[in-house]
C-alpha cells in the first residue's frame, strides 16, 4: 500500500539515469572542451551558468517551495559577496575565510529582514525586499571607501597561483551539486512539508500546529546564506565586483531563470538557470533585445505555463520512467 | 474543565461582534453552537483557536489560559478546528495533508508509524484510494473528510467542526456523523456549527445559541427549543423556524 | 564642512525651511504616483511592481514630444501655407498620460483579466510575478530602443521666483512639476467621489460582488482602475523629467518609494497616500540637506525611506490610514 521507493529502484530509473548522464557530462565537460580546443571561454560560460543555477534554484526553494516572494535574493548574494570581498581587502583575511563570513552575513541580514516582514502578509515581504535591493545598491555606490562605489571592488583569486578556470569550473559544479543535494534533502524532510502547507495556507497551517514564522524564516535565512555563499565564491573567481553587478536587473533574470526552468522543482530551475545563460550567450549579437525577450518570455511563461517550460518535461520524463518501471514489474510478477 | 471562556467582548473599529460570551466545556460532550448569520459564531471561534485575541474576557484550554496565544499553540495544546471554506493543501498529496499535524506536534515520530496511522485514518473516512492524489484532485466533500481526516493526526481534546455537512453528498454525511460518534467515543468534546438543524437536534447533548453577539440560550435541546429568547431570535425567519419546530 | 551643514540644519531657519518647501514640492509627485498605486491595490487587489516603469514611460513620452517634435508643421488647406507650432509642455503631460492609461489597460486586458476570471492557478503569486515581469520587459526594451544614456528635458517654464523671504530659492522646474501633481492630485479626488465612474470604481474597491450585482461591469472596472492608476505614475513621470536626467531604469526607485509610500499610509487609502507621499518628500528633504556628508547625502536620501519603511513594519504594519489588519 504505502511504499517508499529504495535507493536502488531511485537510481535505475530512468530520471536517475538522467541525472547520472548529465553529471558525468557536466564533469567531463572541460576535457571535452580542451580536446577540441574550444576556447577557455566556453567553460566561463558554465561557470557563470552554474552561480545563477545555485541563484535560481535557491530562489526555487523560498518561492516555488515555500511560497515567499523575496527580491533580496541577490542582495543577499550581493552581501556574502562584498563582506567576503572586503575582509580579503581590508584585513586580509583568506579566501575561505571570507566566504565563510561572507555566507554568516548574509544569513544575519536574511534573518533580519525576515523577521520583520515574515509575521506580516507576503505582498509586505516582496514591497520590502524590492525597496531593500536598490537601497542596498545606492549605499554600496555610496560608500567608496570601503567598497570601492561605482568602480567596484576587487577580489583576491579564488585559487591562487593559476589563471586556468578548470578549477573554478569543479568548484562551481561541486558547489552546485552540494547545495542541490542540501535543498533535495530539505524539500523532503518534515521543513519541506512544513514550507508547502504554509505556501498552501498560512492559516490553516498554523491550526495544524505548524509554527509558521519560525519555518518562514528559517526557509528565508537558509536560502539567504545560499545566495550569499554564491555570491562570495563567484566573485572571487570573477575578481571584481561593481554595484551595477548585483541586485534588481539581475534578481529579474535569476527570477526569469527559475520560472522559466518551473519553481516548483529545484532541479527545473537549475536547469533553466544554465540553459538561459547559455541562451543569453549565444544571442550576444541581440545585444539589448536578447533581454526584452527574455522578459516576455517571462510574462508568457507565466500566463500559459505556469509550471515553466522545463519542468513538465522533466515530470512527463519521469513518468515515462515510472511506468516503464511498473510495466518491468508486472511482467516479473505475471512470470509462472 | 476543557474549555472556558470567560466574558468575553470583540469589537472590530466600533462595531461590538461579541459582548459577555461565557461557554464552559466540563467534560467531554456534543455542542451544537447555532445562531443566525452574522451572530458572532465564526468570530468566537476565530478566538478559540487565537486566530483573533479578544478585547475583552479570557479564554481557559485544559486549565491552562490561551488568549493571546499563537494559533499553532493553541493547537498543539490540543485545540482542533475545520474551516467554513474547506482548506485542504492543494497541491500536496492527501498524505501529506495527513502528515502536516503529526510532524508538526511530533517532530521525532517515525515517519513509517505515523504514515500507517494515517492510512488508517483514511481508511475510516472511506478515502483511502485517495491518497497519493492531490488534494486540489479531490471534490469538496472528499476535502471536507480529508480536513477531518487531518483534525485526527493532530489528536485534540477539542474540536470544532464549523459547517461540517455544507456542500456534502448524502453517502459522506454518513463518513461524517461516524466520524462524530467516533470521536466522541473517544473522550473529545465537540463543538458543531451548523445551519443544519436536523443535524444539530439529532447529535447535540447541550445547545449554544448565539444571537447579536451574545448567549441567548445555553442548555439541553429540549429546554432551549422552547425558550422564548431563542425562538423570539429565530422567528421570522422562515427556513430556520420549520426547522426548528 | 560637515558641521557646517548640520549645524544650519539646527540654527538657520530659512535653511530649514527651503528644506522644507523642497521636500514638500517632491512629496506632492511622490503622492501623485503613490495613489496611482493605491487606485490600482484598492480595486484590484493587487501591487503593480511595474509601477515605476509606467513612471519611467511617460517621462520619456514627454521628453521625445518636446525635444523631437517641437515644431510640428501644419498644412492649412485653405490658406495653403504651413503653420508651425510647438508642442505646448501641458499637451505633452496629457498625452503621457494618455499613452500610459493605454498601455496599463492592455496589460490588464491581457495578463491580469485571466487572473480575476479563474484562468490562472495562485493568482496572489501571479500578480506578484506577472507585474515584475512587465517591469522587467518594459525596462529593458526601453534600454534597447532609447540606450543607455540619461537625458533631460529643458525646463518647460524658465522664470525667476522672488526669493521668498528673502533666502529661500525654489527653481522654476520644480514648481510647475509640483503644480501639476496637485492639478492632478485634484482632479482625481475629485473625479473618485464626485463621478459616476469614480463611485463605481469606490463601490468595487469596498464590494466586488455588491457593486456587479448593481450593474457595475468589474472586469471593465478593474482595467480602467488599472489603466487610470498607470496614467498618474507616468503623469508623474512627465512633470519630472524637466527636474531629474532619465534612463531605463529610473522606475525602480520609484516603484520603492511608492511602496514605501502606501504601507506607511496604509495599503488602500487615497488620503493615505497623499500624506505619505507628503511625509516622505520632507523626511527624504531633510534628510539630505542634514547628513553630515554632503557626498553621500544622495545616495543616502532614498535610504531614510527605508527606515522609515522598517519602522512602520514593525510598530504599524496597517499603516496610519488604514484598517487595522
Known amino acids: ?336 | 474543565m476543557i474549555l472556558e471562556l470567560k466574558n468575553i467582548g470583540k469589537h472590530f473599529g466600533g462595531l461590538q461582534v461579541l459582548q459577555n460570551v461565557d461557554l464552559a466545556i466540563e467534560e467531554p460532550q456534543l455542542i451544537g453552537l447555532i445562531g443566525p448569520n452574522g451572530a458572532g459564531k465564526t468570530t468566537l471561534t476565530n478566538i478559540m483557536d487565537g486566530v483573533y485575541k479578544p478585547n475583552e474576557g479570557e479564554v481557559w484550554l485544559k486549565g491552562e489560559r490561551v488568549d493571546g496565544k499563537k494559533p499553532y499553540e493553541i493547537a498543539r495544546r490540543g485545540f482542533g478546528r475545520t474551516f467554513q471554506v474547506t482548506r485542504a493543501f492543494r497541491r500536496m498529496t492527501v498524505m501529506e495533508n495527513m502528515l502536516v499535524p503529526a510532524m508538526a506536534l511530533h517532530p521525532g515520530a517515525k515517519k513509517r508509524e505515523v504514515m500507517e496511522k494515517a492510512y488508517g485514518v483514511l481508511e475510516f473516512l472511506t478515502i483511502e484510494h485517495l491518497v497519493n492524489e492531490y488534494g486540489r484532485g479531490l471534490s469538496g466533500g472528499q476535502q471536507k473528510l480529508l480536513e477531518l481526516g487531518r483534525l485526527l493526526m493532530l489528536d485534540p481534546d477539542i474540536i470544532i467542526l464549523d459547517e461540517p455537512f455544507a456542500g456534502v453528498h448524502p453517502k459522506l454525511q454518513e463518513t461524517i456523523y461516524e466520524y462524530i460518534n467516533k470521536a466522541r467515543t473517544e473522550g473529545k468534546a465537540i463543538v458543531l456549527i451548523s445551519h443544519d438543524m436536523g443535524s444539530i437536534f439529532a447529535l447535540s447533548e447541550r445547545l449554544v445559541v448565539l444571537d447579536f453577539g451574545q448567549v441567548i440560550a445555553d442548555g439541553h435541546p429540549d429546554e432551549v427549543k422552547t425558550n422564548p429568547a431563542v425562538i423570539e431570535a429565530y422567528l421570522g425567519k422562515d427556513e430556520e423556524e420549520e426547522n426548528l419546530a | 564642512m560637515d558641521s557646517i551643514i548640520f549645524e544650519a540644519c539646527l540654527n538657520n531657519f530659512h535653511y530649514l525651511l527651503g528644506l522644507i518647501l523642497n521636500g514638500l514640492i517632491v512629496g506632492a509627485i511622490y503622492a501623485l504616483m503613490a495613489i496611482g498605486l493605491t487606485v490600482i491595490f484598492s480595486v484590484l487587489g493587487i501591487v503593480s511592481f511595474a509601477h515605476g516603469e509606467f513612471y519611467m514611460i511617460g517621462g520619456f513620452v514627454t521628453y521625445f514630444l518636446l525635444e523631437n517634435l517641437i515644431d510640428i508643421d501644419i498644412y492649412i488647406p485653405v490658406i495653403g501655407t504651413i503653420a508651425t507650432i510647438a508642442m505646448p509642455w501641458y499637451v505633452a503631460i496629457l498625452l503621457s498620460g494618455v499613452v500610459t492609461f493605454f498601455l496599463g489597460s492592455i496589460f490588464e486586458q491581457t495578463f491580469l483579466r485571466p487572473m480575476f476570471s479563474g484562468k490562472v492557478e495562485r493568482p496572489g503569486e501571479y500578480a506578484i510575478l506577472v507585474t515584475f515581469g512587465l517591469a522587467f520587459f518594459l525596462q529593458y526594451l526601453t534600454l534597447a530602443i532609447i540606450g543607455p544614456f540619461p537625458v533631460k528635458a529643458d525646463r518647460f517654464v524658465s522664470f525667476d521666483i522672488p526669493k521668498i523671504l528673502g533666502q529661500i530659492t525654489i527653481a522654476s522646474n520644480r514648481i510647475i512639476a509640483a503644480s501639476v501633481a496637485v492639478i492632478a492630485i485634484g482632479s482625481t479626488l475629485y473625479y473618485l467621489q464626485r463621478t459616476w465612474t469614480g463611485r463605481a470604481l469606490r463601490a468595487v474597491s469596498q464590494d466586488k460582488d455588491a457593486a456587479a450585482v448593481t450593474g457595475i461591469n468589474p472586469q471593465r472596472m478593474n482595467r480602467f482602475a488599472f489603466g487610470l492608476g498607470c496614467m498618474l505614475a507616468g503623469m508623474a513621470g512627465a512633470t519630472l523629467v524637466q527636474v531629474f536626467s532619465w534612463v531605463f531604469d529610473v522606475g525602480v526607485v520609484a516603484s520603492a518609494k511608492s511602496f514605501v509610500i502606501i504601507v506607511l499610509g496604509g495599503m488602500g487609502s487615497v488620503p493615505g497616500a497623499l500624506f505619505g507621499g507628503l511625509i516622505i518628500g520632507v523626511v527624504e528633504a531633510l534628510g539630505t540637506g542634514c547628513f553630515p556628508d554632503p557626498s553621500r547625502s544622495l545616495a543616502y536620501r532614498d535610504a531614510f525611506g527605508l527606515i522609515i519603511f522598517a519602522l512602520i513594519l514593525l510598530f504599524r504594519p496597517q499603516g496610519f490610514f488604514g484598517r487595522k489588519l
Open chain 1, 1 to 336: 500500500m504505502i511504499e517508499e521507493k529504495s535507493l536502488k529502484n531511485k537510481l535505475f530509473s530512468l530520471p536517475g539515469l538522467i541525472v547520472a548522464v548529465v553529471l558525468v557530462a557536466a564533469i567531463a565537460l572541460p576535457l571535452v572542451i580542451s580536446y577540441f580546443n574550444l576556447p577557455p571561454y566556453q567553460i566561463h560560460v558554465f561557470i557563470v551558468g552554474y552561480y545563477f543555477a545555485i541563484l535560481a534554484s535557491s530562489w526555487a526553494l523560498l518561492a516555488g517551495y515555500a511560497g515567499q516572494f523575496s527580491f533580496a535574493h541577490m542582495a543577499f548574494m550581493a552581501i556574502g559577496a562584498y563582506t567576503a570581498g572586503i575582509l580579503g581587502q581590508q584585513l586580509g583575511t583568506n579566501v575561505i575565510t571570507g566566504i565563510i563570513i561572507g555566507t554568516v552575513m548574509a544569513g544575519f541580514w536574511g534573518f533580519l529582514i525576515g523577521v520583520l516582514c515574515l509575521r506580516l502578509r507576503r505582498t509586505y515581504l516582496a514591497l520590502f525586499t524590492i525597496a531593500f535591493s536598490e537601497i542596498l545598491r545606492l549605499v554600496l555606490n555610496a560608500e567608496r571607501q570601503v567598497t570601492g562605489g561605482p568602480d567596484g571592488m576587487s577580489f583576491n583569486p579564488l585559487v591562487a597561483g593559476t589563471t586556468s578556470n578548470i578549477p573554478p569550473y569543479y568548484i562551481h559544479l561541486a558547489l552546485l551539486i552540494g547545495v542541490l543535494i542540501f535543498m533535495y534533502a530539505l524539500a523532503n524532510s518534515r521543513f519541506g512539508l512544513f514550507w508547502r502547507s504554509i505556501r498552501e495556507d498560512e492559516e490553516a497551517a498554523a491550526a495544524m500546529g505548524v509554527h509558521v514564522v519560525r519555518y518562514k524564516v528559517m526557509v528565508f535565512v537558509i536560502t539567504a546564506m545560499i545566495a550569499g555563499l554564491a555570491g562570495a565564491v563567484h566573485w572571487h573567481y570573477v575578481s571584481i565586483v561593481t554595484p551595477n553587478d548585483l541586485l534588481i536587473r539581475q534578481m529579474s533574470i535569476v527570477i526569469t531563470m527559475a520560472v522559466i526552468g518551473g519553481i516548483e522543482s529545484l532541479i527545473a530551475a537549475a536547469l533553466g538557470a544554465i540553459v538561459i545563460q547559455y541562451g543569453l550567450e549565444f544571442m550576444r549579437p541581440l545585444g539589448s533585445w536578447r533581454l526584452v525577450v527574455f522578459g516576455l518570455l517571462l510574462m508568457v511563461t507565466l500566463r500559459f505555463f505556469q509550471n515553466g517550460l522545463l519542468y513538465p518535461l522533466l515530470q512527463r520524463l519521469y513518468r515515462r520512467g515510472a511506468e516503464a518501471e511498473t510495466v518491468a514489474k508486472r511482467q516479473v510478477a505475471s512470470e509462472p
